[in-house]
C-alpha cells in the first residue's frame, strides 16, 4: 500500500477507541482505551494498521481480556497478601531498576528528537522533490474464491446467481470459507485494499473494471487457477496537498534526523565516561 496511506491509517488507528475511552471496567478499576493501545503497538511494533479488519478486532478483544485477567490476578493477589512477602518485594525492586533504566533511555531520546528542528523550507523541498509519493492511486477492496478447475468456478458464479447488496456479500464469505484453496480462505476470501499492479495481470484486469458490489460473471483464470471476484468497494486516486502532508513530512525528516543526532550524543557521552570491564 502506498506510504501515505499507511502513515494516514495509522494515524486515525485508534479514533473510534478513543472516542470510547474507557474499554472495560473490572471491579471499579477502568482500562482505558490509551492503555490498551500503547499494549497495542508495543505487542505488534507499529504493524497494528497493517493487520486485516478481523485481525484487528480479534486482536483488541484478546488485549482487553488479557488486561481484564490480569487485573483480576493482581486483585487476588493482594488480598491474599502476596504483595508483601519479601521475594515479591526483592522482585519488585530489581524489576523497577531495569524499567527505570529504560524509561530514561525512553526519555533522552524523546528529549532529543523534540530538539530537532526542520524549517518550511526543508519540508517543502521534500515535498516537490517526491511529489509522486503523495499521489495515491485507485485502489480496491476485494474478495476472491479460487478453485481448480473452471467447472468449480462457473459452478460457484451458479449459487451465486441472482443475489445482490447485502445477501451476495454473505453468501459471497461462506462460499470462500468452504471452497476457496486460496491462503485468503479463512478470511472469507479477503484480499484487503490494493492499487493496480500488485495482482497478476489477468486479475488486475477483472477486478478494476468491476462495479463494487459485483462479481465477475465468468471465471478468472491465472497461474494460480480459477477465481470468482467480489469487488466490495472502489476509492478514486487522491493527490495529497502540501497542506495536508506537511506534518507527516516533517516528523519523517526529523526521525531521519534522530538517528546521527542519538549516535552523536552517545559517543560524547562515551568519550566524557571513565568506563572498566571486569573487576
Known amino acids: 500500500m502506498h506510504r501515505i496511506f499507511k502513515m494516514l491509517a495509522a494515524a486515525m488507528l485508534f479514533a473510534a477507541a478513543a472516542s470510547a475511552e474507557t474499554m472495560a471496567t473490572v471491579n471499579g478499576t477502568k482500562i482505558g482505551a490509551d492503555e490498551v493501545q500503547k499494549v497495542v503497538m508495543e505487542g505488534t511494533q507499529g504493524a497494528f494498521p ?3 479488519k478481523e485481525k484487528q478486532d480479534e486482536l483488541l478483544k ?5 488486561m481484564i485477567m490480569q487485573e483480576l490476578i493482581y486483585e ?5 497478601g502476596l504483595l508483601e512477602t519479601d521475594d515479591y518485594k526483592q522482585e519488585l525492586q530489581e524489576m523497577l531498576k531495569r524499567l527505570e533504566r529504560q524509561l530514561a533511555a525512553r526519555a533522552w531520546e524523546k ?18 522533490a517526491n511529489v509522486k509519493e503523495y499521489d495515491v492511486p485507485e485502489t480496491v477492496n476485494a474478495r476472491h474464491i479460487l478453485v481448480p478447475s473452471e467447472a468449480e468456478a462457473k459452478n460457484v458464479i451458479d449459487e451465486l446467481s441472482g443475489l445482490t447488496g447485502k445477501a451476495l456479500q454473505e453468501r459471497f464469505v461462506t462460499l470462500a470459507i468452504k471452497r476457496s484453496k486460496g491462503p485468503s480462505a479463512a478470511k472469507g476470501g479477503d484480499l484487503g485494499r490494493f492499487p493496480r499492479g500488485q495482482m497478476v495481470p489477468e486479475f488486475d484486469a477483472a477486478v478494476f473494471n468491476l462495479k463494487e458490489g459485483t462479481i465477475t460473471t465468468s471465471p478468472v483464470k491465472t497461474q494460480f487457477g480459477y477465481h470468482v471476484i467480489y469487488l466490495e468497494k472502489k476509492f478514486a486516486p487522491k493527490k495529497y496537498s502540501y497542506e495536508e502532508v506537511k506534518g507527516f513530512i516533517e516528523k519523517q525528516l526529523r526521525a531521519n534526523k534522530l538517528k546521527a543526532e ?3 550524543q552517545s559517543k560524547a557521552l562515551r568519550n566524557s565516561a571513565k568506563i572498566t570491564y571486569g573487576d
Do not use: R, S, T
Not at 484478546?62 to 488479557?66: K, L, R, S
Not at 487476588?76 to 491474599?80: P, V
Not at 528529549?111 to 516537490?128: C, G, L, M, T
Open 50 to 52: 497493517n493487520l486485516p
Open 76 to 80: 487476588d493477589a493482594k488480598q491474599k
Open 62 to 66: 484478546n488485549i482487553v481480556e488479557g
Open 262 to 264: 542519538l549516535d552523536k
Open 111 to 128: 528529549d532529543i528528537f523534540n530538539n530537532i528542528k526542520v524549517d518550511e523550507k526543508e519540508v517543502k523541498a521534500h515535498y516537490e
